[in-house]
């Protein structure tokens, strides 16, 4: 996770997303919102519906940011252990909802409406409860960025894979990160599960991004196009390739 000072991407983003980017304290790399473009476009070209959520908020520096792609009927849904830190095991972060709160009411004031906040031990949730304890059906964006042991990863990977509707997207954080390991561990171990649906297609400033098992050739696809026109001179100068995460190819930028 690295807070750098933005340059070239943020300069095209909407107001939202420079809000969050200069006034939220957090980890999110300079360069997420443009991937975060890249879900908005397949999203709206390919009508995928669904809400957003985030396990694991801090003080909401990515959520506000993927609340910024949120459409006026979708919900945006904040889930962090908030003041409940005794349960923070492995010490990632520190969520507060009344940080969290503020910023929202302040900064973000016209998506306020659409976002609930829920403090919640993401361990205490199972694919059965979920969709009740956090009143959502269908979640087409959801990043899991909460405890970053192996059981944590495991367990909210679960989660995510119970809501995620067909074409959404998931961002697991710290994948590959030095200084997380477990996070790269917790997330082969989910590779391991018996009725595994989702499938990596990009490994992009500390995340990997998933997609439902089907849609990951056309996702992947669609994501290379957008490459070429977003970045025609970048694409060829030797800092993405394509590489392999369990069977699936998928893209990687360094
Ligand atoms: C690395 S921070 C999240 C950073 C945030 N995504 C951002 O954009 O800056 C990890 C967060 O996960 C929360 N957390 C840790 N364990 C959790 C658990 N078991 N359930 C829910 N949230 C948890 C912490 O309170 C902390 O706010």
């Not at 979708?74 to 507060?96: I, P, T, Y």
């Not at 973000?108 to 361990?123: E, H, L």
């Not at 990043?143 to 989660?159: E, F, K, R």
Request: glycine letters at 8%.
């Amino acid at each position: 996770m690295q807070l750098v000072a933005g340059v070239g991407e943020v300069d095209v983003l909407d107001g939202a997303l420079r809000r969050s980017w200069n006034e939220v304290q957090g980890w999110v790399g300079d360069r997420i919102p443009h991937i975060l473009k890249f879900v908005r476009e397949l999203h709206d070209a390919q009508k995928v519906e669904g809400d957003i959520l985030e396990i694991g908020v801090h003080h909401g520096k990515l959520f506000f940011m993927l609340s910024a792609i949120s459409r006026d009927h979708d919900r945006c849904v904040a889930v962090d252990l908030f003041e409940d830190q005794d349960k923070n095991l492995d010490h990632s972060g520190k969520g507060s909802l009344a940080i969290f709160t503020r910023h929202l009411h302040e900064l973000f004031p016209d998506y306020a409406s659409r976002v609930t906040a829920i403090s919640a031990d993401s361990m205490s949730l199972t694919p059965v409860t979920v969709r009740g304890r956090l009143g959502v059906d269908g979640v087409r964006l959801i990043s899991v960025d909460g405890g970053h042991t192996i059981a944590h990863v495991v367990n909210d990977m679960a989660l995510a894979q119970e809501l995620l509707v067909p074409g959404g997207i998931i961002l697991l954080d710290d994948f590959l990160g030095v200084h997380w390991p477990t996070v790269t561990e917790g997330f082969y171990k989910y590779m391991q599960i018996a009725n595994r649906r989702l499938a990596p297609f990009l490994i992009f400033q500390n995340k990997l991004f998933l997609t439902t098992f089907s849609e990951q050739p056309e996702t992947l696809a669609r994501f290379r196009e957008f490459l070429d026109r977003t970045l025609p001179n970048e694409i060829h100068s030797g800092r993405w390739r394509y590489t392999t995460v369990g069977d699936n190819s998928v893209l990687s930028f360094a």
